[in-house]
């Protein structure tokens, strides 16, 4: 057997005022074939989970791209055709028994509203009807016609934070073995939930619908299911959750399941959204939790300002907010805002000056804030883990004025990590209040040291109100903005 293995993967908020090009990329990941002799990385992981397994069996590998770029604005259409081309001229090469494909499912470039189909269904042509394809797909994707009419199994995560990828990839490679080697006929069916929205696992009740659905796996003749969150900052048709089902050799099972765990998430709509603060709420929040248990930092998730999700990651309520509430001992970070980093390089460590902080980017900023601060800490490179794979913030600072802690970075990047303050300097143990840049994978780092986790929306580039993003290609009824979509 042959197999042949590629990753591309971008998240796009079409809302986003960030074009994602190929600097995106290259700051990102790229490896033109050799991806699984670098070190591994977030984009890599499957790749290396497919090779080792596929070679345990005796299968021979073709390794083509490995492609990353951190979240941001709609993808330069060349650069998506670059990729796409690039791994079907490799495809037509290695004349593969067998492929693996880690993509997003939430990739959109100038022409393309559904990068991934497009990519499939090219890839589908190439091989012909008879290879089986594997997809893993990030949870927050548009599950579309065209990548289930292409696919033969696709897979999502099903953990957010998203720490399960490599064991998804060796679940689809056992899937993909299975039906290549004739053990399995795997059929696939998906259920549209007709609901937007961004769902935690880490919390009741969507933990246990992820531990019922892992449940059902492997019984009934279901080999795998997935529920996609969808990825709500994005104005394709397809956006909303969607429960994929694969069964082995028979349709209506797969219907059923999808349509059995779909219906159950859907009645859990309501449960599911987690409250999410005002910025004035979460602050007042914070310093009522401190006053009662001052022993360890509050923190918060500006979910709005994610990088992670497309954001800029240089909004500045909080910082507005802070201020103006004379709060001290707050960090708020990770700050993208590269024109500071040069300023703070120049200056050096020690040295007070005035400087002019975030808001840059665009209204989802805010405005700058211009305030006199000292140079607490500089890096060359700033490093913080995602699970286990580096991410780089590249040069940063660390600056103090007014008892407000930020930490600036020159490369975009949500945090994940409280290690890069450390790097820089700054100890978490020594802060009240810690705001930062993420949605959700934060938690897994952050949470460890924090007193309490909350969230808030501040009015930045990704709003938590689901029911007023101005859709103009969304098919059909959904909920938030539809009680009851499914009523006639
Ligand atoms: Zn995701």
């Given at each position: 057997?042959?197999?042949?293995?590629?990753?591309?993967?971008?998240?796009?908020?079409?809302?986003?005022?960030?074009?994602?090009?190929?600097?995106?990329?290259?700051?990102?990941?790229?490896?033109?074939?050799?991806?699984?002799?670098?070190?591994?990385?977030?984009?890599?992981?499957?790749?290396?989970?497919?090779?080792?397994?596929?070679?345990?069996?005796?299968?021979?590998?073709?390794?083509?791209?490995?492609?990353?770029?951190?979240?941001?604005?709609?993808?330069?259409?060349?650069?998506y055709e670059g990729f796409r081309d690039?791994?079907?001229?490799?495809?037509?090469?290695?004349?593969?028994?067998?492929?693996?494909?880690?993509?997003?499912?939430?990739?959109?470039?100038?022409?393309?509203?559904?990068?991934?189909?497009?990519?499939?269904?090219?890839?589908?042509?190439?091989?012909?009807?008879?290879?089986?394809?594997?997809?893993?797909?990030?949870?927050?994707?548009?599950?579309?016609?065209?990548?289930?009419?292409?696919?033969?199994?696709?897979?999502?995560?099903?953990?957010?934070?998203?720490?399960?990828?490599?064991?998804?990839?060796?679940?689809?490679?056992?899937?993909?073995?299975?039906?290549?080697?004739?053990?399995?006929?795997?059929?696939?069916?998906?259920?549209?939930?007709?609901?937007?929205?961004?769902?935690?696992?880490?919390?009741?009740?969507?933990?246990?619908?992820?531990?019922?659905?892992?449940?059902?796996?492997?019984?009934?003749?279901?080999?795998?299911?997935?529920?996609g969150h969808g990825f709500p900052w994005?104005?394709?048709?397809?956006?909303?959750?969607?429960?994929?089902?694969?069964?082995?050799?028979?349709?209506?099972?797969?219907?059923?399941?999808?349509?059995?765990?779909?219906?159950?998430?859907?009645?859990?709509?309501?449960?599911?959204?987690?409250?999410?603060?005002?910025?004035?709420?979460?602050?007042?929040?914070?310093?009522?939790?401190?006053?009662?248990?001052?022993?360890?930092?509050?923190?918060?998730?500006?979910?709005?300002?994610?990088?992670?999700?497309?954001?800029?990651?240089?909004?500045?309520?909080?910082?507005?907010?802070?201020?103006?509430?004379?709060?001290?001992?707050?960090?708020?970070?990770?700050?993208?805002?590269?024109?500071?980093?040069?300023?703070?390089?120049?200056?050096?460590?020690?040295?007070?000056?005035?400087?002019?902080?975030?808001?840059?980017?665009?209204?989802?900023?805010?405005?700058p804030v211009d305030m006199t601060v000292?140079?607490?800490?500089?890096?060359?490179?700033?490093?913080?883990?995602?699970?286990?794979?580096?991410?780089?913030?590249?040069?940063?600072?660390?600056?103090?004025?007014?008892?407000?802690?930020?930490?600036?970075?020159?490369?975009?990047?949500?945090?994940?990590?409280?290690?890069?303050?450390?790097?820089?300097?700054?100890?978490?143990?020594?802060?009240?209040?810690?705001?930062?840049?993420?949605?959700?994978?934060?938690?897994?780092?952050?949470?460890?040291?924090?007193?309490?986790?909350?969230?808030?929306?501040?009015?930045?580039?990704?709003?938590?109100?689901?029911?007023?993003?101005?859709?103009?290609?969304?098919?059909?009824?959904?909920?938030?903005?539809?009680?009851?979509?499914?009523?006639?």
């Amino acid at each position: 057997m042959k197999l042949f293995i590629a990753a591309l993967d971008t998240e796009t908020n079409t809302f986003a005022p960030l074009p994602t090009g190929a600097q995106a990329f290259a700051e990102g990941f790229v490896a033109h074939g050799d991806a699984t002799s670098r070190p591994e990385n977030y984009c890599s992981a499957q790749l290396y989970v497919w090779r080792r397994r596929a070679e345990a069996l005796g299968w021979t590998v073709a390794e083509s791209l490995c492609a990353y770029a951190e979240p941001g604005g709609i993808t330069a259409r060349s650069v998506y055709e670059g990729f796409r081309d690039e791994i079907l001229g490799d495809l037509r090469v290695a004349k593969p028994d067998v492929v693996l494909l880690a993509l997003h499912g939430a990739m959109v470039a100038e022409g393309y509203d559904d990068c991934e189909g497009n990519l499939l269904a090219a890839v589908r042509t190439a091989v012909g009807p008879d290879v089986p394809i594997g997809v893993e797909l990030d949870l927050h994707c548009h599950l579309t016609e065209a990548m289930m009419r292409a696919a033969t199994v696709i897979v999502t995560y099903k953990e957010y934070p998203h720490i399960d990828i490599a064991a998804r990839a060796e679940e689809l490679f056992t899937l993909i073995a299975d039906a290549a080697e004739g053990r399995t006929r795997p059929v696939m069916a998906a259920y549209d939930c007709r609901m937007v929205g961004m769902f935690r696992p880490t919390a009741q009740p969507l933990r246990d619908f992820v531990d019922r659905m892992i449940g059902h796996e492997g019984r009934d003749g279901i080999l795998s299911l997935s529920l996609g969150h969808g990825f709500p900052w994005a104005d394709v048709a397809d956006v909303g959750a969607k429960v994929i089902a694969i069964a082995d050799g028979d349709q209506d099972r797969a219907i059923a399941a999808a349509r059995y765990h779909g219906e159950a998430f859907f009645a859990l709509r309501k449960e599911l959204s987690p409250a999410c603060l005002t910025v004035d709420a979460a602050l007042e929040l914070a310093r009522d939790l401190l006053l009662e248990k001052p022993g360890r930092p509050v923190v918060i998730a500006d979910v709005a300002d994610n990088p992670g999700g497309g954001a800029a990651g240089d909004s500045t309520f909080f910082l507005e907010a802070v201020r103006a509430r004379g709060l001290t001992r707050v960090m708020l970070g990770y700050v993208w805002d590269p024109v500071a980093v040069r300023f703070c390089m120049e200056a050096g460590i020690g040295a007070t000056l005035d400087l002019r902080l975030g808001g840059k980017c665009g209204p989802a900023s805010g405005s700058p804030v211009d305030m006199t601060v000292t140079v607490m800490g500089l890096a060359d490179d700033v490093v913080q883990r995602f699970g286990e794979a580096p991410v780089s913030l590249g040069p940063s600072a660390w600056v103090r004025g007014e008892g407000i802690d930020l930490v600036l970075c020159t490369l975009r990047t949500q945090t994940f990590h409280p290690e890069a303050m450390m790097t820089l300097g700054l100890d978490p143990a020594s802060l009240g209040i810690i705001v930062v840049k993420s949605m959700q994978h934060f938690h897994a780092a952050f949470a460890p040291i924090a007193s309490a986790v909350l969230y808030a929306t501040s009015p930045g580039a990704l709003t938590q109100d689901f029911a007023a993003i101005p859709y103009s290609k969304r098919l059909g009824r959904f909920w938030p903005r539809d009680e009851d979509p499914f009523c006639p």
